[in-house]
């Protein structure tokens, strides 16, 4: 079980818009810590999708934002393309295990 | 272009070491927070060790007392020395660049390197 819980899958179709969500606890995302995102593409490495929250890296598509509120935080896509299949996961830091933390990770199938 | 490269992977026994490497272009290890990851075949991200600049070390508990996360300055390398390895720990580890800043509550992971892969089984 991962600290931080997201859906197993989501599904959406071409030009649709759709949120993942990520579910912590006061340890952790509560606790005011931030909440980062990643984007794994099928046979590659993850990548840095969001961080702080809601900042997006150079190159990253204004299409992706993130949000967070109390325990949870959101990762929002509009206008999906095929590209955007992939496996995203979120990270934060939890304080009672002294670790960083990912959630189990979210299918995204267009 | 910043790269890490990790090597080191491959098929060990239970209970046996092995010893992960991660070789970065374009960035000084003894300057940079590093960190490794691993993901188990089909399963999600688990943080497993993080070396700051001033060479502070943290574990996962899963891996605490059998990882050893160092670095070599004179071949600007990081390394991961696993011991005692269990069918468990069967996974690819990526080792990646920590973006500190504020306390280590905010750090994120902003390079990943391809990873390299771990298998434990007799």
């Known amino acids: ?110 | 272009e910043v790269q890490l490269v990790e090597s080191g992977g491959g098929l060990v026994q239970p209970g046996g070491s092995l010893r992960l490497s991660c070789t970065p272009s374009g960035l000084i290890v003894s300057n940079t927070y590093m960190t490794w990851v691993r993901q188990a075949p089909g399963k999600g991200l688990e943080w497993v060790s993080l070396i700051y600049s001033g060479g502070t070390t943290q574990y996962a508990d899963s891996v605490k007392d059998r990882f050893t996360i160092s670095r070599d300055t004179s071949k600007n390398a990081l390394y991961l020395q696993m011991s005692s390895l269990r069918a468990d720990d069967t996974a690819v580890y990526y080792c990646a660049k920590v973006r500190d800043y504020g306390g280590r509550g905010y750090w994120y992971f902003d390079l990943w390197g391809r990873g390299t892969l771990v298998t434990v089984s007799s």
């Not at chain 1, 999708?49 to 204004?62: C, T």
């Open chain 1, 1 to 110: 079980q991962s600290v931080l819980t997201q859906p197993p899958s989501v599904s959406g179709a071409p030009g649709q818009s759709l949120t993942i969500s990520c579910t912590g606890s006061n340890s952790n995302v509560g606790g005011g810590y931030d909440v980062h995102w990643y984007q794994q593409l099928p046979g590659t490495a993850p990548k840095l999708l969001i961080h702080g929250n809601n900042k997006r890296p150079s190159g990253v598509p204004d299409r992706f934002s993130g949000s967070k509120s109390y325990t949870s935080a959101s990762l929002a896509i509009t206008g999906l393309q095929a590209e955007d299949e992939a496996d995203y996961f979120c990270q934060s830091y939890d304080t009672s295990l002294s670790a960083w933390v990912f959630g189990g990770g979210t299918k995204l199938t267009v």
